[in-house]
């Protein structure tokens, strides 16, 4: 038999070596150039959104499957949506 591999969608891709909040702000200070504490209150409030701000300390094997795909989510979320919007020309 072959083994089954799981769905991508389902599996969450967060650095297990860091806790939730950090996998939520890593992205934002490297990637946008946030500054920290930006990235931080950005974080907060998008774990807030999802019910996991009494979570934000613990790693990414404390957490449940469905934990860890909203910590994941809010993380693309905050590359998404940035907070100030570049001017179109």
Same mark, same amino acid.
């Given at each position: ?34 500054? !920290? ?13 999802? !019910? ?15 934990? +860890?795909?909203?910590?994941? !989510? +809010? ?15």
């Amino acid at each position: 038999m072959d083994a089954v591999t799981p769905n991508s969608s389902q599996t969450a891709e967060l650095f297990p070596h860091l806790t939730v909040l950090s996998n939520v702000t890593i992205a934002q200070i490297k990637v946008l150039k946030r500054s !920290g504490a930006a990235a931080d209150e950005k974080a907060r409030m998008l774990l807030a959104r999802v !019910g996991l701000s009494s979570r934000i300390t613990k790693y990414p094997a404390q957490l449940s499957g469905g934990q +860890q795909q909203r910590v994941a !989510g +809010q993380d693309t979320l905050a590359l998404i949506f940035r907070q100030k919007a570049k001017p179109t020309d």
